[in-house]
């Protein structure tokens, strides 16, 4: 079955159209990420606000519980890829995209204000994980719907409109890390455990509303308007085309690992290197601007030799440099090598995670590709990256071995190089 459609003509109006979706998809996946990396950054301050159940408790119990969280909410993605993906292929795009934001700015307010364990006790927990909950519900849909709604909407060069995806994602990376250098840098740790942790969120939010606002004045694509849409998406999708799902769910392993090992350093950096939490926070600022600067031209040049190319060499390099990064940083546990190593993993996420969106658009027919898209990319988040920071921590407490965060990042690379080799192989994508 073929899953792409025909290039419509390139006008001045499909262009407009094209860079409106650019922003109002754009905006989403910043809210979504910011939100994800503030929490995954701030770990350890939310692991002594809301998981600290008593002064004898080990503090590697609060780290290991606020992870654990945070996997749990990875846990609900794949169960709002199905429902917001199966969403948009019968309701629409633009529908989707509009609930998911509204679902995302709740999550994000019920984190910003959340009161902590010192205050109601053993409720502050449980309204933590119903704030990640309802954040990963909505996330679940946001990105297989965002990136339907980018590949439908331009007119030419897919990869590249796509790509704009990940780029919002670096964005995120570079606001959330500058926040956290900042507020490390300028402010006492008094107040930042008190009450700086909150800024962040609350800046989040203010970015809703403008989303929230141009994704209500989209139009629908014409390829949506136009594809005969399924009864049952969902089951389609699980019937006809569960093989495209799994080297789909497998092609995500080396973007999602890498930005969660970049989210990691900052506790890495505190809990095992004993190196300021300020110069995680600086690479991860460096990461960021990577991704802003080099994604969009990644996505260029995907158009021209295909994504699956440029992934797979990308996916090599992440197995060749893991090691030799993580033994850098441990042998050398300096601002200057965190700085180096997270530098690395950031151009590894563009080259790998800036084709990514137009390759596995390019799996699904239109008719079930927002619930394709959804299901396949939170699958894997969820196995391949979302409880990384989790099963890092314990690895690093059960084997005493500061390098073993390498062979957790090859095993998942190599995942992924056979999820390509099935997606260039078995279902012809360039």
Known sequence: MATTTAT????????RTAKKAVISSSIGAALEWFDVIVYASFATIIAKNFFTFGADAPPVIGLILTFATFAVTYLIRPIGGMVLGSYADRGGRKNALTLTMMLMMVGTLIMAVAPTYATIG?????????????????????????????????????????????????????????????????????DLYSWGWRIPFFVGLLVGPVGLYIRAKLDETEEFMATVKEHSPLKSLMVEHWGRVLAGSAVIGVATITV???????????????????????????????????????????????????????????????????????????????????????????????????????????????????????????????????????????????????????????????????????????
């Open 8 to 15: 419509p003509e390139v006008t001045p109006e499909r262009l």
């Open 122 to 190: 053993f409720a502050a927990p449980v309204i933590i994980l119903i704030s990640r909950l309802i954040q990963g519900f909505s996330a679940g849909g946001e990105f297989g719907t965002a990136t339907t709604f980018l590949v439908e909407t331009a007119p030419h060069k897919k990869n590249f409109y796509a790509s704009w995806q990940i780029v919002s994602q670096g964005a995120s990376m570079f606001l959330a890390s500058a926040f956290g250098f900042a507020l490390n840098t300028w402010m006492s740790q008094e």
């Open 260 to 430: 969660y090992m970049i989210l990691y350093m900052p506790t890495f950096a505190v809990t095992n290197l004993h190196i300021p939490p300020t110069a995680a926070y600086l690479g991860g600022v460096v990461a960021g601007v990577i991704n802003i600067v080099a994604v969009p031209y990644i996505g260029h040049l995907a158009d021209r030799i295909g994504p699956a190319k440029i992934m797979t060499w990308a996916a090599i390099a992440a197995v060749v440099l893991a090691w030799p990064l993580f033994a850098l940083i441990v042998n050398n546990p300096t601002v200057l090598s965190l700085v180096l190593v997270i530098a690395v993993l950031g151009v590894i996420m563009a080259f790998y995670f800036g084709p990514l969106p137009g390759l596995m658009s390019s799996l699904f027919p239109a008719a079930v590709r927002g619930s394709g898209l959804s299901v396949a990319y939170n699958v894997g988040v969820t196995l391949l990256g979302g409880i990384a920071p989790l099963v890092l921590t314990w690895l690093l407490s059960v084997t005493g071995s500061l390098t073993v965060p390498s062979v957790y990042y090859i095993v998942i690379s190599v995942i992924s190089l056979v999820g390509l080799y099935f997606v260039r192989v078995r279902y012809r994508q360039r």
